[in-house]
């Protein structure tokens, strides 16, 4: 829930912080009081293309507090969650941005609410050792926005943001399978890795998961199940490091007499 005074006293506050160097003009886009909408909407804007995002963010929500049914709330609704974006206040843009498709989920603007939902998400997603709940967010808001408007003109970038975000979770499973193998716990390892093939085959960390599994197996005595994750290996990635590792491993345990 948006708490409007607060954020535009806050907004006033750093402003105040500025003192002898601020202008006249600088007072008049922050002081609290009543004004018409084009005026308040544009020092938002003004605002915005000088780079004062959370002042720009608390002008554009003052917009909807004093003028909740005029045309221009609409739209300052989310050059607000654009602002708090730009601000890397996520939470706040996703919040606005989820808000407005609530109040107006036919607009004309719906494609661009969902897309920008989305890059709160993407710019969170933190390094592969760490959780990944945020990811998975990330990617689920995407494929939202490419099911719902696949002609859209942000669903293109959705599309390869989505295989970069697939590549970042298959990473993830890849970094645990080697934390298992590394402690010798084998069928752990062999699930991760097996995640990979089956969730994420289209994804860089394919080879090298088809090689670790031929590792998992052969160790955990499964010689038949190592040649299978081979022979994909060397169908798919015949002149690959990971297919020469897996065929020398191999070599190296014939099959028993």
Not at 22 to 43: C, E, F, G, M, P
Not at 188 to 193: E, G, I, K, Y
Request: proline share 4%; charged share 25%; with cysteine.
């Amino acid at each position: 829930m948006y708490r409007y005074s607060i954020k535009f006293a806050l907004a006033i506050a750093a402003v105040a912080t500025l003192g002898a160097c601020s202008t006249s003009k600088n007072k008049a886009d922050t002081l609290y009081v009543a004004r018409d909408v084009s005026t308040l909407y544009n020092a938002g804007k003004y605002r915005l293309d000088r780079g004062q995002f959370k002042l720009a963010a608390a002008l554009f929500d003052e917009v909807e507090r004093q003028h909740p049914y005029s045309p221009w709330a609409r739209r300052a609704q989310l050059m607000a969650a654009f602002s708090y974006y730009m601000n890397s206040d996520y939470n706040e843009a996703i919040q606005g941005a989820q808000r407005f498709l609530s109040i107006h989920p036919g607009n004309k603007d719906a494609p661009y609410a969902y897309y920008l939902i989305s890059l709160c998400y993407y710019e969170q997603i933190a390094d592969v050792t760490r959780d990944q709940k945020i990811t998975q967010q990330a990617l689920d808001s995407l494929g939202e926005l490419i099911r719902r408007y696949p002609g859209s003109r942000y669903a293109a970038d959705a599309r390869l943001k989505v295989d970069l975000v697939n590549d970042h979770l298959a990473g993830k499973e890849m970094e645990l399978g080697r934390f298992y193998q590394r402690r010798g716990q084998w069928l752990a390892a062999t699930l991760r890795f097996r995640t990979v093939i089956d969730r994420y085959q289209t994804t860089t960390h394919a080879p090298e998961a088809l090689e670790r599994l031929v590792e998992s197996y052969l160790s955990l005595g499964l010689p038949e199940e190592a040649k299978k994750a081979a022979a994909v290996l060397g169908a798919n990635y015949p002149g690959s490091k990971w297919y020469e590792r897996s065929y020398k491993l191999i070599e190296a345990h014939p099959p028993k007499a």
